[in-house]
């Protein structure tokens, strides 16, 4: 489930900043600017019932803003890119197959040259895992 979440993501970064390029893994090539990586940092799992459970997931997007000649990045537009950021998934929700993670928590900060976006979202999902196959009665005896 954590790729289709990075995936959507992905999407919605892309819609909204399509000169950008996204990242979703690190690479030993020399990367590009402007461009995002989205990292999956934790996740805790509670059971709801026997056929439920939530996840909370924990998820981290670098913004990587374009630097000048003496390696200087544009803090108006750094600004205006963390409006962006924070607009998209303001939203409160991320469509992730047929379902919609709820984003709980949305914080951010400027770091030198990069925009840090942490957010934590919660997920309800079927077990489709350790389904135990109960035996069926044949007949019931009642009596009254």
Do not use: C
């Amino acid at each position: 489930m954590i790729n289709y979440l990075i995936n959507s993501i992905n999407v919605m970064l892309v819609e909204k900043f399509p000169n950008a390029k996204v990242y979703v893994s690190k690479s030993d090539e020399e990367f590009i600017r402007p461009s995002f990586f989205i990292r999956y940092i934790t996740s805790k799992q509670n059971d709801l019932n026997r056929n439920s459970y939530t996840n909370d997931i924990t998820m981290k997007i670098i913004y990587f803003a374009p630097l000048d000649e003496f390696m200087n990045a544009d803090l108006m537009a750094q600004n205006e890119i963390w409006d962006t950021m924070r607009e998209i998934f303001s939203g409160g929700y991320i469509k992730v197959l047929d379902r919609a993670a709820k984003i709980k928590k949305l914080r951010g900060r400027s770091k030198n040259s990069e925009i840090h976006l942490k957010f934590k979202i919660n997920f309800t999902q079927d077990k489709t895992f350790n389904i135990p196959e109960s035996p069926k009665a044949d007949t019931i005896n009642l009596k009254f």
